[in-house]
């Protein structure tokens, strides 16, 4: 059987329509086999586009839906599949045709429409201990790519240069990527930490922007750059907001690898992909990153998927 990826080797220019549909699963297939490890048992969601209709888009999650993983959405993306996922639009047509997995994923990830792929960031369910910290470089319109670059290599050396970081976290990694528009950076921990320790630590306050990291983090940028940083997700206009609202249980996160960002609901305007530090430090690194798409993804998957942190390789 033709694998996935040999498959969409010999088709780069219809990863998004391989049988002459619109289908996002060829390459979030093979996004789920090369994340397995760094999505785990979290729960996956997707993000489907609405071209018509009062609804711009559906949000297809775990908490409403049965769960789906990485590994079921692996198993489930075959040729055959995708094949009859092209000639039949509706899942109430094919069931006969499938197992009771693919038509699972089918309901996350409808054909014909294009979607985003997230995952919970912490797992579906409020109040839940973490083990990732997540924070959103979130551009409002006006602000640039590059300043949003600009930001988050500010922002990792400030991470970097913080001791009262490494004694609450002691042992933590840090992992940067590139989201399609601008940039996420999150923090591994070696321990779960019950809810209350991103309440206290890390969830900004408007009334009191200083009282933990990320408001002091935003201020320091703030002070470094020629355009307004701030913290929370509240937009401000014309601005980067450090954010990290998405860090609690229930709530969602992009994957890191491979899932397509929209313009609007018929046009892709990016793709998400691992970076490192270093990379951050390369003058030429928005233009490369903001030209990236699922044909270089897929041409150069054994090299970026080194970018994922080691211990999710």
Same mark, same amino acid.
């Given at each position: 059987m033709t694998s996935l990826l040999s498959f969409a080797k010999k088709n780069l220019e219809n990863l998004i329509?391989?049988?002459?549909?619109?289908? /996002? !699963? !060829? !390459?979030?297939?093979?996004? %789920?086999?090369k994340l397995k490890? +760094?999505?785990?048992? *979290?729960? !996956?969601?997707?993000?489907?586009?609405?071209?018509?209709?009062?609804? *711009?888009?559906?949000?297809? *999650?775990?908490s409403k839906l049965e769960p789906l993983f990485a590994h079921e959405l692996e198993e489930a993306v075959t040729l055959e599949f995708l094949e009859l996922r092209s000639k039949t639009?509706?899942?109430? &047509?094919a069931k006969g045709e499938l197992t009771d997995l693919q038509a699972k994923v089918w309901q996350y990830f409808l054909p014909r429409k294009l979607s985003d792929f997230f995952y919970a960031t912490n797992y579906e369910g409020p109040g839940k201990e973490i083990d990732r910290i997540f924070f959103d470089i979130d551009r409002s %319109?006006?602000?640039?790519?590059?300043? &949003?670059?600009?930001?988050?290599?500010?922002? /990792?050396?400030?991470? =970097?240069?913080? =001791?009262?970081l490494e004694d609450l976290l002691g042992n933590y990694e840090l992992f940067i =990527?590139?989201?399609? =528009?601008?940039f996420h950076v999150l923090f591994f921990l070696d321990e779960s930490m019950p809810s209350s320790?991103?309440?206290?630590?890390?969830? +900004? &306050?408007?009334?009191?922007?200083? *009282?933990?990291?990320?408001?002091?983090? %935003?201020?320091?940028?703030?002070?470094?750059?020629?355009?307004?940083? %701030?913290g929370g997700h509240e937009r401000q206009g014309n601005s980067i907001n450090i954010d990290p609202s998405q860090t609690p249980s229930g709530k969602l996160c992009r994957v890191p690898l491979g899932s397509l960002h929209m313009k609007d609901p018929e046009t892709i305007n990016g793709v998400s992909v691992p970076i490192t530090e270093k990379m951050l430090y390369n003058e030429n690194l928005v233009p490369k990153l903001t030209s990236y798409t699922p044909k270089d993804i897929i041409e150069n998957l054994s090299e970026i998927e080194k970018h994922l942190p080691e211990r999710f390789r």
């Open positions: 329509n391989p049988f002459g549909q619109t289908d /996002v !699963l !060829l !390459l979030y297939g093979i996004a %789920a086999s490890k +760094y999505l785990g048992d *979290r729960e !996956l969601a997707g993000k489907i586009w609405m071209p018509s209709g009062r609804m *711009r888009y559906l949000l297809k *999650r775990g639009e509706h899942l109430s &047509s %319109a006006g602000i640039s790519a590059e300043q &949003s670059h600009e930001t988050t290599r500010i922002f /990792v050396e400030t991470i =970097n240069e913080d =001791n009262k =990527n590139w989201t399609g =528009n601008s320790f991103y309440d206290e630590h890390f969830q +900004y &306050s408007k009334n009191d922007p200083e *009282r933990n990291f990320t408001g002091k983090w %935003a201020k320091k940028i703030n002070e470094q750059v020629e355009f307004k940083v %701030a």
